[in-house]
């Protein structure tokens, strides 16, 4: 229930007389020049703006001018931004830096030959700052504006084209590697700019790019950095500032090739492993049959990093430091028919993994799983006892045509700071796994562990069979001492067999209750001993589709029934169509101990569309014992428990003055022109004389301004879409605004007509209070705020006290006002255009 917290907000009651009544807005300041950018200061005591070469400092409490400025001869391409409480800008081709608090000079330089309209970026390193005009970079002492050092720095601009980046700063080495033109390494000293190392050939392997992947491994402590070139692959030693290995050799692009170590990192080749050893320098390559690669494992056991290699119909083990293999079966081996599919955990030196054989045509068809215990330095089989068997056979063919291609791991190899190095090389090879295809094997099934047991359960829309005798149903459970390999039980029967894959996927998972397991079936539920492997009841009676189960109180609670939605925007509409319906829907109670129906409640629609985030536990009010949930029409509160399966109380949207809330109106639009389609015109003047002047020119494209509008738009919208009418073109994106805000003691419900307060525990409305609501003319949508709920529809920003619903003040903003809060959202401010106005919300 620990969820229920994040979804049932807190709401403050304060009363009238304590809420600020001065006049609204408190203050406002017509700064004479539109407003570029804003920024709280001093944990929001303070609000800084600009516009081009003004600045200004305001106390957000008082609106009393702090100071202002107009900077003289000032560059609007030069640098202009507030760095936590100092103001850097630009004067007369100087850099200026002011105490942004006070507004105090704190110094300013001219640089020898540097063009402050040249000015493209800046980045912190340490205690100083980078400043990039171009090629060249200008390291500067924030402290007092002396110039440390300058350097020339040639990036290689396609990588960020391709989608990578072209720099990484090391700041525990007080260093930075940029990848220049011509295919150039270069390590810098971030404290005097210097560079000082430059190596060529360092042609990234753009394949690896294009598929999302790590070209880069930057050892843990940043003392060493590997390539993964177009041909192979080198090593840059960052303390000793040298490359130190080099080897060429196929790269596959097509997967991961970077497999960290304990004491490197091994890249995987074409044809071949090369493990580099970052400690001692050693390069250890081993030629393998790496296209042939089902799975891979890694592990660390008797100071070896192993990698367990899984193969068609073989198995092999690599120490990877050492670059040789420990063992490798044959290849007419029947133990090793098939190949490794997951690996579950380690036990000493040995690997406990499942292993699946499948065979299509043959009196033994069919996909069999086993568990499996193999030594990964001798490669002696502890034991493979058979567990499940799937009539599902997944071709090769079958698995190419779901291979998928993940960009998923530049995060991980890229930071390199993951855990241990066998941890970053797991994931390297459960990625590698999902990319070959070969985790597919055409049915679905679950393995934990419980009571020092492997426990597999299997609930398919495949076909099932006993292992044993190939008789049916195959469904259930197999529990297997990870330990000897002993099957402790196998419990097999029908839970979805011949369910379609569409509604198996929806059922609720499997839920634990120390030693039973609740499982959602085929229209039935069922309960089942994972100690003593015995069914404790199963009951066909009307469950429905089970699609969610919450076990509390000795009662166990289940919704059944689905429904998902696509929604989207289109111009400037929301539709909403249904994309899964497995009906009927409703809620049921249980009685744990014999799985008799205490009591069952049937409605009409899933709860999902109005009701974000849906689930019993996440809605489930343990205080009070309901349910809460929505429609368009009515605010439920379902009692649960024993003694539940009726309405605590129904609150009538319609009935209570706030107007159904159709899901296609709740969404509050916002709709810009931010540009026109680009167009080419031309007209011709005869001179005379055979001579004709023809003037060509182009109009049209995007709006800088109004596209970086609706960028800021978008940012905090649900919805966003674009498109083009009569040659212009418009961003529209979208907010839900009417919605049911779910607190422990109240619920806010905003409707179309009104926005009213309802108990959480009788139903009865507190307030409700009259708004007009139009979607597409809602600048701010109802947020409640402390002891507050403020608003701003048809250009009326109001404020209402949470506790009663009345208004507190009222006024007039436009329609371009842009709003935000203070840090502790104590004060409300607009902006339109050179006007700022502050609000009290919070007191």
């Not at 540097?114 to 100083?128: A, L, T, Y």
């Not at 260093?175 to 971030?190: G, P, T, W």
């Not at 069914?535 to 919704?559: F, M, P, R």
Request: one cysteine or more.
């Amino acid at each position: 229930m620990k969820r229920l917290i994040n979804i049932f907000l807190t709401f403050q009651f304060i009363a009238l007389s304590n809420l600020i009544l001065a006049q609204a807005p408190q203050w406002t300041v017509d700064l004479g020049e539109p407003i570029k950018t804003s920024d709280f200061m001093k944990e929001g005591e303070l609000l800084f703006f600009t516009s081009g070469e003004y600045a200004w400092c305001y106390n957000s409490a008082s609106g009393q001018e702090v100071w202002s400025m107009e900077i003289p001869d000032f560059s609007e391409t030069g640098v202009n931004q507030l760095l936590g409480e100092m103001f850097l800008t630009n004067s007369d081709n100087k850099i200026q830096s002011y105490d942004a608090t006070t507004g105090k000079l704190l110094w300013e330089k001219e640089y020898e030959d540097v063009d402050q309209s040249d000015f493209m970026s800046f980045e912190f390193i340490n205690n100083n700052a980078v400043f990039r005009y171009g090629e060249l970079h200008l390291g500067i002492d924030l402290d007092n504006g002396n110039e440390i050092y300058r350097t020339e720095v040639y990036y290689w601009g396609e990588l960020v084209t391709l989608g990578t980046f072209n720099y990484s700063v090391f700041h525990n080495k007080g260093k930075m590697l940029v990848m220049e033109n011509s295919e150039i390494a270069s390590l810098f000293d971030i404290a005097n700019g210097n560079r000082i190392l430059s190596l060529e050939g360092y042609d990234v392997n753009k394949d690896l790019i294009a598929k999302g992947f790590p070209w880069l491994y930057k050892s843990p402590d940043r003392s060493h950095l590997l390539f993964v070139l177009e041909d192979g692959a080198a090593v840059i030693d960052v303390d000793n500032n040298k490359e130190t290995a080099r080897r060429e050799f196929d790269i596959d692009g097509d997967m991961n090739a970077i497999l960290p170590t304990g004491v490197g990192c091994a890249v995987m080749g074409e044809e071949k492993f090369v493990h580099f050893n970052f400690q001692t320098g050693a390069v250890n390559e081993l030629e393998f049959p790496v296209d042939d690669i089902r799975t891979m494992y890694s592990y660390e056991a008797e100071g070896k990093t192993i990698l367990i290699v899984s193969m068609g119909d073989q198995m092999a083990s690599v120490d990877l430091i050492e670059g040789k293999v420990l063992w490798q079966t044959k290849e007419d081996d029947p133990m090793f028919e098939g190949y490794a599919h997951r690996y579950l955990k380690t036990d000493g030196s040995n690997v406990v993994l499942v292993y699946n054989r499948a065979r299509l045509v043959s009196s033994d068809s069919g996909t069999y799983l086993y568990l499996m215990s193999i030594n990964g330095i001798t490669g002696k089989i502890n034991y493979k006892t058979a567990a499940l068997l799937s009539g599902a056979v997944w071709s090769d063919f079958q698995r190419s045509l779901t291979s998928i291609v993940t960009s998923a791991f530049t995060a991980f190899i890229d930071v390199g700071t993951l855990g241990s190095a066998s941890q970053q090389t797991n994931q390297a090879t459960n990625m590698v796994n999902k990319l070959l295809g070969y985790d597919n094997i055409g049915f679905e099934y679950e393995t934990f562990e419980h009571n020092n047991n492997i426990v597999f359960f299997s609930r398919s829309d495949k076909p099932m069979m006993n292992p044993e005798n190939r008789e049916s149903p195959g469904e259930g459970f197999a529990a297997i001492d990870f330990a000897t390999g002993k099957l402790q039980y196998r419990k097999l029967f029908e839970i979805a067999d011949g369910i379609n894959i569409t509604e198996l996927e929806q059922l609720a998972p499997i839920t634990f209750d120390n030693d039973f397991a609740y499982i959602a079936g085929d229209e039935k539920f069922i309960k089942f001993n994972l100690a003593s492997g015995e069914l404790v009841w199963e009951n066909k009676k009307e469950t429905g589709q089970i699609t969610d189960i919450l076990l509390y109180k000795d009662v166990i609670h289940t919704k059944y029934g689905k429904q998902n939605f696509s929604i989207k925007l289109v111009e400037k509409d929301v539709n909403v169509n249904s994309s899964l319906d497995i009906d009927p829907y409703g809620f049921q109670a249980y009685d744990p101990s014999n799985g008799n129906s205490l009591w069952k409640v049937s409605i009409e629609t899933d709860p999902a569309l109005l009701t974000p985030q849906f689930s019993l536990s996440n809605y489930y009010n343990i205080d009070n014992d309901n349910l809460y949930f929505a429609d368009e029409q009515n605010l439920y509160a379902l009692k649960m428990g024993k003694d539940g399966g009726s309405y605590s109380w129904k609150y009538n949207f319609e009935q209570n003055g706030i107007g159904e809330i159709e899901y296609e109106d709740s969404y509050a639009i916002k709709t810009r022109w931010i540009g026109s389609e680009v167009r080419t015109n031309s007209y011709s003047t005869y001179l005379g004389g055979g001579w004709v002047s023809t003037t060509t020119w182009t109009s049209g494209g995007m709006d800088a301004e109004s596209s970086a509008q609706f960028l800021e738009d978008a940012a905090g919208s649900d919805l966003t879409t674009t498109y083009t009418s009569w040659g212009n073109i418009w961003g529209v994106s979208a907010k839900r605004c009417l919605r049911v805000l779910y607190g422990k003691d109240v619920l806010l419900v905003i409707g179309p007509e009104g926005i009213g307060l309802v108990d959480s525990d009788n139903g009865n409305p507190r307030w409700v209070t009259p708004w007009e609501y139009d979607n597409q003319d809602v600048q701010y949508i109802p947020k409640p705020i402390g002891s507050s709920i403020i608003y701003c529809s048809s250009e009326i920003l109001t404020l209402l006290n949470l506790s009663d619903g009345s208004q507190v003040w009222q006024v007039e903003e436009s329609e371009k006002s842009k709003f935000f809060e203070s840090p502790k959202q104590e004060y409300l401010f607009s902006i339109n255009d050179e006007e700022i106005k502050e609000y009290t919300i919070k007191n």
